[in-house]
């Protein structure tokens, strides 16, 4: 049974950092792409990072490039995403999704297993 649970989802104050942690089960991180999502209240889901499963190439939207980080631990089959300088614009439910490629994808529909989601607020 393939599971994905996110963590670290807190209320942080703008200017501050979280990190993301996205343990996944029942798959291989050598097999599957990671991507974070985020879908803030009246939006649409919007991919946020990816990560490749071969050579651990990545993809970043704009509005995060240069402050958030995505990695993996293959020996934990975990993902991250460290998220820095945050701005109120940030908070969102925080998703992450796996797809059974190599290859990188922004769009949600790209990705075959989701987890829950974890809470993001950034707010002074």
């Known amino acids: 049974q393939v599971r994905l649970v996110e963590s670290g989802g807190d209320l942080v104050q703008p200017g501050g950092s979280l990190r993301l942690s996205c343990a996944v089960s029942?798959?291989?991180?050598?097999?599957?792409?990671i991507g974070w999502f985020r879908q803030a209240p009246g939006k649409e889901r919007e991919g946020v990072s990816c990560i490749s499963s071969s050579d651990g190439s990545t993809y970043y939207e704009d509005a995060v490039k240069g402050r958030f980080t995505i990695s993996r631990d293959n020996a934990k089959n975990t993902v991250y995403l460290q998220m820095n300088s945050l701005k109120p614009e940030d908070t969102a439910v925080y998703y992450c999704a796996a797809r059974q490629s190599k290859f990188t994808a922004a769009s949600p529909g790209n990705y075959d297993y989701w987890g829950r989601g974890t809470q993001v607020t950034v707010s002074s």
């Open positions: 029942g798959l291989s991180l050598n097999e599957y792409s």
